[in-house]
Every structure is written in structure tokens, then in C-alpha cells.
């Protein structure tokens, strides 16, 4: 069975600091992997995803993940924190199935907090 | 492109009132998703649409919640009669076939009092 597991359910940085953000998964398939960030308030955005090509994946705002298959993580970084970037994110991985059947299997989420 | 639109924004009833949600998805996108996101917690997939048809609605709790997409685009999200625990975010999304990833709309706060 597919899970996900983020390593922090909370971070605090300062702005202009490195963000790490951890996430580890299981599966047994060749998987789907996704970042999904929601400010307070609002919906959910899709930051990045990883499907099976370039292992180090390029997203919006600045973020960048890296499919590690050996070490099964999809950690989320960012070289320099901004104030906006403070929201819940989320690690996702879908679950395999014909066409649109995929499920979507979502982390606990983590808490980023930026400081000035 | 417009987005996923989804109302009312915020809902407060009663326990034991009645109550549904709206949503709109992306023009052309075949698959429509219900989530449940109670506060401190990740989306949970109540029901998931292909066009008209119902795909997975395994989590669905099916003796107070419904859901329909009679016309394949539009859906309604219906809680009768509402429980305390309803308390939470629905969420809808939708996807486009053979593109990975979703969606989302801005939500329904629902606060059961």
C-alpha cells in the first residue's frame, strides 16, 4: 500500500533562510509525486509534481523537489525564504489506476512559519 | 483559464439542518472530486466523479451525504441531517484526462453548531 510520511508537521524559518521541507513515501509502484501548498484561507495550489521524468523537479515560487528512489523521499527546498511562503504543505503521492482513478494519497501536512 | 468555483465560501447551521455545496469545475475537465479537510488534518476524498458516473465513493458516509453531476459538469454536495464532526472544508477539484495532477477550488467552511 502507498503512504506518505512528512517528517515535520511543523518548521520555522527566518526570511532570506534555506526551507527544507521533508517527505518520505512508500510504495510499490513506480510513483506519482506532488507538492500542494494552502494559504490560510484558500485552496489548494499545486507547487510541483514528479512523473517519472527529470528527478529534480522545478515548481512555482521558487521550489524545487528531488525524487530520491533509493532513499524514497520527495523533500521540498527553497534557497531563500520569503514572508509569503509561510502555509500548510503538503506531500502527496498517487496512488496507480487506469486513466483518472488515481488516488491521491496526502501527507499530514507541514506548517511553515516565517520569521522576519 | 478560470478556476475550479465552488459556493457559498463559509456555511454555519444548525445540527440536524440541511446543507449543500456547489461546484464548478475547469471547463473540459472530466473528473470531479469531493474532499473533506477537517482543521489540523490533510484532504480526505469523499467522492470521486468521471463525467457523469460515480468512480470511488468508498468514503462517502452514504446515510447523511450525497452527491450528484447530473449533467457531467457541474456537482452539488449534500449533508442531511448535518453532525458536529461535519465541521470542516469541502473542497472540490477537478482534472483533466491523462494530466496528472489537480485542481482545487477555494472551499466551503462549514461550521455545524
Known amino acids: 500500500a502507498q503512504s506518505v510520511t512528512q517528517l515535520d508537521s511543523h518548521v520555522s524559518v527566518s526570511e532570506g533562510t534555506p526551507v527544507l521541507l521533508r517527505c518520505n513515501y512508500s510504495?510499490?509502484?513506480?510513483?506519482?509525486l506532488f507538492w500542494y501548498v494552502q494559504h490560510p484561507n484558500k485552496g489548494l495550489q499545486l507547487l510541483l509534481k514528479?512523473?517519472?521524468?527529470a528527478t529534480l523537479v522545478k515548481g512555482i515560487n521558487g521550489f524545487e523537489a528531488e525524487f530520491k528512489k533509493s532513499e524514497t523521499s520527495f523533500h521540498l527546498t527553497k534557497p531563500s525564504a520569503h514572508m509569503s511562503d509561510a502555509a500548510e504543505y503538503f506531500c502527496?503521492?498517487?496512488?496507480?489506476?487506469?486513466?483518472?482513478?488515481?488516488?491521491?494519497?496526502w501527507g499530514l501536512g507541514t506548517s511553515l512559519a516565517v520569521n522576519p | 483559464e478560470a478556476g475550479v468555483a465552488q459556493s457559498p465560501r463559509y456555511k454555519i447551521i444548525e445540527k440536524r439542518q440541511s446543507v449543500a455545496f456547489w461546484c464548478n469545475p475547469i471547463?473540459?475537465?472530466?473528473?470531479l472530486y469531493w474532499y473533506q479537510q477537517i482543521l489540523g488534518q490533510g484532504p480526505k476524498l469523499l467522492i470521486q466523479?468521471?463525467?457523469?458516473?460515480?468512480?470511488?465513493d468508498s468514503q462517502l458516509p452514504k446515510d447523511r451525504f450525497s452527491a450528484e453531476r447530473l449533467k457531467g459538469v457541474d456537482s452539488t454536495l449534500k449533508i442531511q441531517p448535518a453532525k458536529l464532526e461535519d465541521s470542516a472544508v469541502y473542497l472540490c477539484?477537478?482534472?483533466?484526462?491523462?494530466?496528472?495532477?489537480?485542481?482545487f477550488g477555494s472551499g466551503t467552511r462549514l461550521t455545524v453548531v
Open positions: 510504495s510499490s509502484y513506480s510513483p506519482s
Open positions: 477539484a477537478s482534472s483533466q484526462e491523462g494530466v496528472y495532477g489537480y485542481t
Open positions: 471547463s473540459g475537465h472530466a473528473t
Open positions: 514528479y512523473t517519472s521524468a
Open positions: 466523479f468521471q463525467n457523469n458516473g460515480v468512480v470511488d
Open positions: 502527496v503521492v498517487s496512488d496507480p489506476g487506469a486513466g483518472n482513478n488515481r488516488k491521491l494519497i
